[in-house]
């Protein structure tokens, strides 16, 4: 059951460079885009958080907020589930271009994925 090469008229992608794929080029743009909203993600933590009060700063009673800021809580559960959805994605087309063994798997969307769904759990059990 073997085809004779002379017989098919396909394209032969398996020589075409990786810069010209186009499953490639969107994997690549919606993984840098995961990766800016986690950094969003963390800009918005920063913030959202409850401030360090220190050991000097008591002494001298200055005042900061003790719980989480419930409006940037919101946008930050928000951002990070986007990251969750953004990297199942990447790891769906990931795992449909990658096929042979030579194939590079990466690990970039599995890192994003699991640093955000683990950020998920600890803010889920922070707020419960």
Request: glycine share 8%.
């Amino acid at each position: 059951m073997e085809r004779n090469k002379a017989d098919w008229q396909g394209k032969n992608r398996r020589k075409t460079p990786i810069e010209n794929d186009t499953l490639y080029r969107t994997m690549v743009g919606v993984n840098i885009f995961g990766w800016a909203i986690f950094i969003a993600a963390l800009i918005v933590f920063h913030y959202a958080r409850p401030e360090f009060i220190s050991g000097v700063q008591d002494f001298w009673g200055v005042t900061g907020r003790q719980q989480w800021s419930a409006s940037l809580s919101t946008y930050l559960v928000g951002l990070l589930c986007c990251c969750v959805a953004l990297s199942v994605s990447v790891l769906v087309m990931k795992r449909k271009r990658t096929r042979r063994k030579n194939d590079h798997f990466g690990l970039n969307g599995l890192v994003l994925l699991l640093v955000a769904s683990l950020s998920l759990a600890i803010l889920y059990f922070e707020f419960n």
